[in-house]
């Protein structure tokens, strides 16, 4: 900090070199005004207080160093008596470096190197305005003014007008009775611009903070858990838990904020403990938020389950993250905000690069969203077997990029989010139903009274197995194909995956041949067939028993065409063995 406020000695004396040689080797112009003395070529204040700048960086060396002796030196003291100088004047350099410190960081840059001062600042010309301290009764101007010093020469000092107005300054902005009871060196040793009485106030305030925050934070718990646990639901009393500590540190950054503002610390200890104070209460109230966060998806996610929506939760997760993500930047941005930086300035001076960024990641964005739109709507779950386009597999994992599927070959199929979310996709997860739709073709050597006894059967079949759904179920003649007569199937089994489907498809093939091969005819063929030799044919025994059954059926008036009554389908269900009887897996 001394680097950036005060310049060294060495670059004020070669200045002040510098200056004397020009002087020696031009004719310097007489200064206007009465009260503006001349300058004498060729000489060297001891103190280097030919300028402005080295004028006040030589008192403010001095007042840092404790040397308030020489400090006084850079003071106006022409309107006191001798006496009243070397009594007061160490003093007077003391307080008005209090002062400074409290109201005033002087900005040396800032102050004229030239030994006339400033020349277009519409103050008389031997005077130059180092600052403005705001009181309570209003401004107060911090002057300095080029006076005779030694041999005449003129020398810049701080303004009797200023130095009558310490006592008054000092009653304001001085330490009180503290700066009369603690000894001397608690306030000549200092580092970083902190006296050291100010450091143990800095500790002790710390620590007494962090106390009564403890305190509070246990005596508010206690007076509000005994009204929080009347109550039927739980989310007070974890709203509770997620408060305290992010409150508990609130309390306690409020405590020492007010406690510091006690200590009289200089502005840029003010400066940087008010930017501390502040960035701390973001991330204290940045970490409530998170906390208030995973409160809510926990909440959430309980109350998606009790609904019977535990498919709804998969968006909890991202919606999580989201959220903290966008938390976590306002944070980041109001800090840089405190520190100083120019948020606003720095956004906009983003905006290309931002634009640039925006469209080399527009890619990765539109996958982000598709992963959104796919967790939100939900049409394939981690775990569901899915046809995806022309592909099918097992969903394994959904990202913010990609999803990962694996196929019926056992290889992994990664497809970014936004194709994903643009393609059919048929879930066999969810699906509460297998539909069983074959299509058989029966000999044109059938007879209407086969093809009747067959459909009779092929229902009743249905009717009676406990795994076909009766509702519907239903096997028609459809018509006369190309080279068979055409029956249409339309069943729905119940089974609990596709693994159990298969079984039920089997055995539902396997009873339907066995009900063609009662009624006395066969499957068709999809091709023309040349029968060189005389072969089996159609089973005339056969033929004839099936025949007499639906003769039977005429007169007992049971043939079930076109459909069965309920009563016989109640009758029928889950009479059938199954598996059947002799399989070595029992139902």
């Known amino acids: 900090m001394d680097s950036l406020v005060y310049r060294s000695r060495r670059s004020g004396a070669l200045l002040t070199a510098l200056l004397v040689a020009l002087a020696s080797a031009a004719p310097v112009a007489a200064q206007t005004g009465a009260d503006a003395p001349a300058p004498i070529v060729g000489h060297v204040d001891r103190l280097e207080r030919q300028t402005p700048r080295s004028s006040l960086h030589g008192y403010l060396t001095a007042a840092r160093e404790g040397d308030d002796s020489t400090a006084a030196e850079y003071l106006d003291l022409s309107r006191m008596s001798p006496e009243e100088r070397a009594e007061r004047g160490p003093e007077l350099a003391r307080k008005f470096k209090t002062v400074l410190d409290r109201t005033l960081w002087v900005e040396l840059e800032a102050l ?12 008389p010309e031997f005077r130059d305005r180092v600052g403005v301290i705001r009181t309570d009764t209003g401004a107060v101007n911090v002057f300095v003014d080029r006076v005779d010093g030694p041999d005449d020469a003129p020398i810049w000092k701080i303004s009797a007008t200023t130095v009558e107005r310490i006592p008054a300054l000092y009653e304001e902005f001085g330490y009180g009775p503290l700066g009369e009871w603690l000894p001397e060196h608690f306030f000549t040793l200092s580092l970083l611009e902190i006296q050291l009485w100010q450091w143990i106030g800095l500790l002790a305030l710390v620590f007494v903070a962090y106390l009564f925050a ?27 838990e997620v408060i305290a500590p992010p409150a508990q540190l609130l309390v306690g950054l409020g405590l020492f904020t007010a406690g510091s503002r006690l200590l009289g610390l200089a502005l840029p200890a003010q400066n940087f403990f008010r930017g501390l104070e502040k ?25 998606l389950k009790s609904q019977g929506r535990p498919s709804a939760t998969a968006v909890l997760p991202m919606g999580r993250r989201l ?37 080399a990641a527009q890619k990765t964005l539109e996958n982000a969203f598709g992963g959104v739109t796919v967790l939100a709507d939900q049409p394939v779950r981690v775990g569901d077997f899915c046809r995806f386009g022309d592909r099918v597999g097992t969903v394994e994992d959904i990202g913010l990029r990609s999803t990962r599927v694996r196929t019926l070959e056992r290889t992994v199929v990664t497809v970014p989010n936004a194709e994903f979310s643009t393609l059919q996709l048929e879930n066999f997860a969810p699906r509460d139903r297998f539909w069983f739709h074959p299509r058989i073709g029966l000999r044109y050597e059938t007879t209407p009274g086969q093809i009747r006894y067959v459909l009779v059967e092929l229902r009743r079949m249905l009717y009676a197995h406990p795994a076909v759904d009766p509702d519907p179920a239903r096997v028609r003649f459809v018509g006369f194909g190309a080279s068979s007569l055409d029956i249409d199937f339309f069943v729905y089994v119940n089974a609990a995956d596709y693994a159990g489907f298969l079984e039920v498809a089997e055995d539902l093939n396997l009873r339907v041949m066995d009900i063609i091969e009662r ?51 109640e009758a029928l269900r889950g009479t059938l063995d199954y598996p059947e009887r002799g399989s070595a897996v029992k139902g």
């Open 323 to 359: 959220a903290k993500g966008v938390l976590g930047l306002l944070a980041f941005l109001a800090v840089l905000q405190n520190l100083g930086v120019n948020v606003t300035g720095l956004l906009a001076g983003l905006g290309f690069g931002g634009l640039a960024f925006a469209l």
């Open 519 to 569: 009624a006395g005819t066969g499957f068709a063929f999809p091709s023309q067939t040349l029968y060189v030799g005389s072969d089996g044919g159609l089973d005339p025994e056969a033929a004839r028993k099936a025949e007499e059954q639906v003769a039977r059926w005429r007169e007992e008036e049971k043939l079930f065409l076109p459909g069965f009554p309920p009563e016989e389908i």
């Open 112 to 123: 004229s190197d030239e030994p006339e001062g400033v020349e277009d600042d519409e103050l």
């Open 279 to 303: 960035t701390l209460a973001v991330l204290a109230f940045t970490w409530l938020m998170f906390r208030l966060v995973d409160l809510f998806s926990s909440w959430m996610s309980t109350r």
């Open 214 to 240: 403890w305190f509070a934070a246990r005596a508010a718990l206690g007076v509000v858990r005994p009204l929080v646990a009347r109550s039927d639901s739980t989310l007070d009393d974890r709203l509770l």
